[in-house]
């Protein structure tokens, strides 16, 4: 009930957009937040945001502006929709599940992850 399955990445241009999916349970979305995280080799896992079971959303500083993360509970899939696209933005994105959205999206929080999805940003 709490897999989790991303899809959307591939390769893009620097100043080209992406959408990001992120598969999930009916379950997991009524009662949990789901973030999305994003790791380069080498470097820790980092959060990027989240979205509670209200739709209320929570973003790390450092992703505001070009990252907006969405739900569809039809789907039910959270969507992470990202713009102007830059080379350090490269990175495999995961999604996770946790008791709740909080701003400083710790990773610790979250108990179930997706298997990622690999963003390459080059021309």
């Known amino acids: 009930q709490s897999q989790l399955v991303e899809s959307g990445g591939g390769l893009v241009q620097p100043g080209g957009s992406l959408r990001l999916s992120c598969a999930a349970s009916p379950f997991a979305m009524a009662y949990f937040a789901i973030g999305w995280f994003r790791q380069v080799p080498g470097k820790e896992r980092e959060g990027i945001s989240c979205i509670d079971s209200t739709g209320s959303t929570k973003y790390a500083s450092s992703f505001l502006g070009r990252f907006f993360i969405s739900r569809d509970s039809a789907k039910p899939t959270v969507y992470l929709d990202i713009h102007n696209l830059e080379p350090d933005d490269t990175a495999v994105y995961y999604c996770?599940?946790?008791?709740?959205?909080?701003?400083?999206?710790?990773?610790?929080?979250?108990?179930?992850w997706g298997q990622g999805t690999r963003v390459t940003v080059s021309s």
């Open positions: 996770a599940v946790a008791d709740r959205c909080e701003s400083d999206l710790r990773t610790s929080l979250y108990g179930v």
